[in-house]
């Protein structure tokens, strides 16, 4: 359980922000792989800032952040900002300088107001939105959420969702589900949605929704946690590598699958190279950077 000591202090602050986090730790073990071959172009399409206060005003990206996706050769992320108001109000934002790029999702959540998602839209403040299915108690065609997708189809950018696996033991992990955003993807055609962690444990409808719908994508974020270099390489196998293999030959479109971390509950490094092993080469620069690029819109200045 070292792996868990080490994280103890992200996954803390991270009840709050909420995200999966199943844990699948059994042993310890390395992943082999050719350094040479490791992609110099990734983007992180699902990331957090480790915001550690709610209190105390947290200017992001840290410096900590911006060097460790510079050393694993990320270029672009997205960032799904906390969905508690405390948080989220003491965030500042400085990305003009960045060497990154980012695309930041604004939150919704009950007490996310329309306008307030619009102003955002209309400053470029934000390029996507995240809706955390799970965490919030309410199915995705709630009616408190189509006025978002229809602001989202009207500034053109897409909805993530939190699919499956929940951290927090209280949230109700029904409304995770993601047979559920099919009929959300077929009412706003014009709207791109995207599958955090695959859905993670519900490969067969994630990918089945993903397969039937042009406007379904997924992220690939944080089927297992932490480093998975140190983790069984078994269980890494097992938990990672061959949903991800299986998944990719059942959608048969390699502009489906976008490569994503869950930053800060995993090491980046590591996960780029277990994806590495689950998708065939000549499509990891589409993996790893092209589609979250153009979905995104990562590509542009
Ligand atoms: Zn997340």
């Known amino acids: 359980m070292l792996f868990f000591i080490r994280f103890i202090s992200i996954v803390t602050f991270f009840t709050v922000l909420g995200c999966t986090t199943t844990w699948h730790q059994k042993g310890t073990g390395l992943i082999h792989f050719d350094e040479a071959l490791y992609p110099n172009r990734i983007i992180d399409a699902h990331s957090h800032f480790a915001i550690e206060d709610e209190v105390k005003e947290s200017q992001q990206p840290s410096t900590q952040m911006e060097q460790m996706y510079q050393n694993a050769n990320v270029v672009g ?71 978002f997708y229809k602001l989202a189809e009207k500034y053109r950018v897409p909805v993530v969702f939190h699919t499956g696996d929940t951290y927090d033991k209280k949230a109700k992990v029904k409304y995770a589900e993601p047979l559920q955003i099919d009929e959300v993807a077929l009412r706003f055609p014009k709207v791109n949605f995207v599958l955090a962690h695959m859905g993670n444990p519900w490969f067969s409808s994630a990918a089945e929704v993903v397969y039937k719908n042009d406007n379904v994508f997924v992220d690939l974020s944080a089927l297992m946690l932490g480093d998975v270099s140190k983790a069984n390489p078994e269980a890494v196998e097992e938990l990672v590598t061959k949903p991800m293999r299986w998944f990719w030959f059942y959608v048969e479109n390699p502009k489906k699958m976008m490569f994503g971390t869950d930053w800060p509950l995993m090491e980046v490094k590591p996960y780029v190279q277990a994806v590495m092993k689950a998708v065939p080469k000549e499509h990891w620069d589409e993996v790893f950077y092209k589609n979250a690029a153009e979905l995104f819109g990562l590509d542009k200045n």
């Open 77 to 147: 992320a997205v960032v799904h900002l906390p969905q508690n108001p405390q948080k989220l109000k003491k965030l500042k934002i400085f990305r003009e300088k960045s060497k990154i790029k980012w695309a930041i999702c604004a939150p919704i959540v009950p007490t996310t107001l329309l306008a307030t998602v619009e102003e955002g839209l209309k400053r470029h403040d934000y390029q996507c939105m995240k809706v955390y299915l799970g965490y919030v108690p309410r199915y995705a065609l709630d009616p408190f959420y189509i006025a």
